[in-house]
């Protein structure tokens, strides 16, 4: 899909702070986070939400999804973590290929799964080799 930056990150075409990744799924840091270890976690193969991404695609993203969820609990100790997936542009969805939020939350944040703010790209290098670390942990 030419026009997907998502697919362009799984190309390695466009750059990402990764996480992990095989052979069916990747994830990365967000670059527009809303808390400090805020993950994406989307499967490789292009499927645009829920409604189109096949069961063994959607097996694996949520199996690494839980994986790194624990390594951020791990890692940073927030007091909560929001895992959110978004299904068309009405339920807040911005990029068209299938993937989850792991956003990370302390007592007080305000609520919100888009950061306005670019994410300074050393830290977000350094967050990604932290739970990268601590993945291999879990």
């Known amino acids: 899909m030419p026009a997907c930056i998502f697919c362009a990150i799984v190309a390695g075409e466009a750059p990402a702070h990764r996480v992990a990744e095989d052979e069916h799924v990747l994830a990365f840091m967000d670059l527009f986070p809303v808390s400090e270890g805020h993950t994406l976690v989307i499967p490789r193969a292009h499927a645009e939400n829920l409604f189109e991404i096949d069961e063994a ?63 300074d790209p050393e830290a977000l290098a350094a967050m990604a080799a932290r739970l990268s670390a601590r993945l291999r942990d879990v």
Do not use: C, K, W
Not at 63 to 90: H, K, M, S, T
């Open 57 to 119: 695609s959607v097996r694996a993203e949520s199996a690494l999804a839980r994986r790194l969820a624990l390594a951020i609990r791990e890692e940073l100790a927030p007091d909560g973590l929001a895992v959110y997936q978004a299904n068309g542009a009405a339920a807040g969805q911005t990029v068209f290929h299938y993937h989850t939020h792991l956003i990370p939350r302390r007592a007080g944040d305000p609520m919100g799964f888009h950061g306005r703010a670019r994410g």
